[in-house]
T-cell receptor, first 113, second 113 residues
């Protein structure tokens, strides 16, 4: 099973709302990632969790707040977003070895109004 | 820094045509190389990988060979189908250093019946 699941599939939120994106994997992977993808562009890395600890933050604005409650779950808490934050948010996981590939979820399509 | 360069798209072919999407990279050390595919409205799927020089990755009729002397990882398929229409991303990850996938800009492929 190489599945990464993400919920919700679509999300529309206002600039004053607070919402969360969820990601789950049951492959025993120890590294999990959040990416942001704008239309016609490659994914941009936002955060990396390795063994449930935040190991990389790519200078992401504080209105995005990641959380890794356990090794299978990854959340992205959203607050006071801007319209330019509208994008496809992708979660990925990998076994944890730096040579291994990353497996992506289907993404959450976020629209900020 | 590390980088990946892909041939610019979009690429339009007829069904059963031969496909080549060029990919070259710049990296220190010995990166692992990947091709990901993204179908409309979906996340990224790992298509194939190669972890060392002269490795050939293959999947679903697609192939790519890790050429260290030319720093290339070109994607090929002998006979494309309409269902191959998608965006293809070449990517690398270094063995040393942070667990960051470095993506090319993506190549949009359209196959006409």
């Amino acid at each position: 099973d190489t599945e990464v699941t993400q919920t919700p599939k679509h999300l529309v939120m206002g600039m004053t709302n607070k919402k969360s994106l969820k990601c789950e994997q049951h492959m025993g992977h120890r590294a999990m990632y959040w990416y942001k993808q704008k239309a016609k562009k490659p994914p941009e890395l936002m955060f990396v969790y390795s063994y449930e600890k935040l190991s990389i933050n790519e200078s992401v604005p504080s209105r995005f707040s990641p959380e890794c409650p356990n090794s299978s779950l990854l959340n992205l808490h959203l607050h006071a977003l801007q319209p330019e934050d509208s994008a496809l948010y992708l979660c990925a996981s990998s076994p944890g070895d730096r040579t291994y590939e990353q497996y992506f979820g289907p993404g959450t399509r976020l629209t900020v109004t | 820094g590390d980088s990946v360069t892909q041939m610019e798209g979009p690429v339009t072919l007829s069904e059963e045509a031969f496909l080549t999407i060029n990919c070259t990279y710049t990296a220190t050390g010995y990166p692992s190389l990947f091709w990901y595919v993204q179908y409309p409205g979906e996340g990224l799927q790992l298509l194939l990988k190669a972890t060392k020089a002269d490795d050939k990755g293959s999947n679903k009729g697609f192939e790519a060979t890790y050429r260290k002397e030319t720093t290339s990882f070109h994607l090929e398929k002998g006979s494309v189908q309409v269902s191959d229409s998608a965006v293809y991303f070449c990517a690398l990850i270094r063995i040393q250093g942070a667990q960051k996938l470095v993506f090319g800009q993506g190549t949009r492929l359209t196959i006409n019946p």
